[in-house]
T-cell receptor
Framework: GAVVSQHPSWVICKSGTSVKIECRSL??????MFWYRQFPKQSLMLMAT?????????EQGVEKDKFLINHASLTLSTLTVTSAHPEDSSFYIC???????????????FGPGTRLTVL | DAKTTQPPSMDCAEGRAANLPCNHS???????VYWYRQIHSQGPQYIIH???NNETNEMASLIITEDRKSSTLILPHATLRDTAVYYC???????????????FGKGTRLHILP
């Protein structure tokens, strides 16, 4: 149980285009989802916290107009990289927390990641 | 600021116990120690967590010092598949609010040698 999927697993796009990445909780409902970015040889950097039905909270230094996050349902959050440029090439990872009151383990379940390459 | 300090890399022979240290001298009374690992090009995987008592599960053991300022993750019989980056994280434990975030440090890159 507690499986999180991401789609696509990898994507290549041209500079200036927008790319949407989906994060789904497959067998549980997630009130809160998180988006991370990871550059090669570096650690995961938290980009934003996404709560279902409300606006995402972005970490300092993350451009909210460039990284659009939508969390329209309890099982789906999307991250759209708008007007992507080569410097946006990275590994994007989402995680999800179980909804429905306190989580016994306060656990986040991570997706497998999406590798974005902008040419 | 990072709440934990870990060595950047470690080697361990296959079949041996891998002992990964973590310093968290500023941990507060209600914070837990969590360990995750990330195998190359995959999402992080939860390993174990604890408050003050030693913990063991099917993956690993967690030893927390009595003053809670440091801990050690033990993989009892390391295999090549345990090669990964291991993250020690201090955060709120069970029953925290839904916005409790996981902030990753640099972790320890563990190489299991054949």
């Amino acid at each position: 149980g507690a499986v999180v999927s991401q789609h696509p697993s990898w994507v290549i796009c041209k500079s200036g285009t927008s790319v949407k990445i989906e994060c789904r909780s497959l067998d549980f409902q997630a009130t809160t989802m998180f988006w991370y970015r990871q550059f090669p040889k570096q650690s995961l950097m938290l980009m934003a916290t996404s709560n279902e039905g409300s606006k995402a909270t972005y970490e300092q230094g993350v451009e909210k107009d460039k990284f659009l996050i939508n969390h329209a349902s309890l099982t789906l959050s999307t991250l759209t990289v708008t007007s992507a440029h080569p410097e946006d090439s990275s590994f994007y990872i989402c995680s999800a927390k179980i909804a429905g009151g306190p989580s016994i383990y306060n656990e986040q379940f991570f997706g497998p990641g999406t590798r974005l390459t902008v040419l | 600021d990072a709440k934990t300090t870990q060595p950047p890399s470690m080697d361990c022979a296959e079949g041996r116990a891998a002992n990964l240290p973590c310093n968290h001298s500023t941990i507060s009374g209600n914070e837990y120690v969590y360990w995750y690992r990330q195998i190359h090009s995959q999402g992080p995987q939860y390993i174990i967590h604890g408050l003050k008592n030693n913990e063991t599960n099917e993956m690993a053991s967690l030893i927390i010092t009595e003053d809670r300022k440091s801990s050690t993750l033990i993989l009892p019989h390391a295999t090549l598949r345990d090669t990964a980056v291991y993250y020690c994280i201090v955060r709120g434990g069970p029953f925290r609010n839904r916005d409790d975030k996981i902030i990753f440090g640099k972790g320890t890159r563990l190489h299991i040698l054949p």
